[in-house]
């Protein structure tokens, strides 16, 4: 329902619906259709912060990780719903484990034809990869240049996670000489970055 303030005049959002497809009494320069669009343009951008941490084991004999735990904080801004934000930085974290521990594209060296084109054969993270994720939001510090306030989270969680599981492995293996491992850190690369250590 349109009204005007302080009279009685009202009209339904139906009537503007009609009289918006049909030309009686239109005024030239509007279009019809009864649809806006708008953008909103801000003077700067909003970057998100966090940290993050994961807690792992390695076995060094046959390169499985195993993660114990992970924690996360997360300064967004002002949280418009909770459960999607919360929604949002554990898939992230779920993607960023992928990519850490198991997503990679595999191309046939002869035809360039991509052979991990369907998750039977790309290693996407399954729930039982997934540890237990605790995640605190920090909304102290709202965006001083955008009217909610929010600075966004979407990617919080895929960009905090690899580096902090790579970040896990590499501490784990340092005693033994290993300070770098190409991601995904599958079992298989990590078993031959440990025995390339073990053999020098």
């Not at 994961?54 to 993660?67: A, K, N, Q, R, S």
């Not at 735990?69 to 484990?97: C, F, R, S």
């Not at 290693?123 to 605190?136: L, N, T, Y």
Request: proline share 6%; with cysteine.
């Amino acid at each position: 329902m349109f009204t005007v303030a302080g009279t009685d005049r009202r009209v339904t959002l139906r009537e503007v619906a009609r009289v918006a497809h049909h030309p009686t009494n239109y005024p030239p320069d509007l279009e019809l259709g009864l649809q806006d669009s708008a953008v909103y343009d801000p003077a700067n951008f909003a970057w998100s912060n966090g940290a993050h941490a994961c807690e792992l084991e390695v076995d060094c004999d046959t390169g499985e990780i195993h993660i114990l735990g992970y924690w996360g904080v997360d300064d967004i801004g002002t949280v418009i719903n909770p459960m999607i934000v919360e929604g949002q930085i554990q898939g992230g974290i779920a993607q960023g484990l992928g990519q850490a521990l198991r997503e990679r594209c595999f191309y046939d060296p002869e035809s360039g034809q991509l052979l991990s084109g369907s998750f039977m054969d790309y290693a996407v993270p399954r729930a039982s990869d997934m540890p237990e994720i605790v995640s605190e939001l920090d909304e102290s510090q709202p965006c001083t240049h955008n009217p909610l306030g929010a600075k966004g989270c979407g990617e919080a969680g895929s960009i905090g996670a690899p580096t902090a599981i790579v970040g896990a492995v590499l501490d784990a293996l340092r005693p033994l000489g290993v300070t770098d491992i190409e991601m995904p850190l599958t079992a298989e690369r990590v078993w031959r970055a440990v025995r390339a250590t073990a053999k020098s």
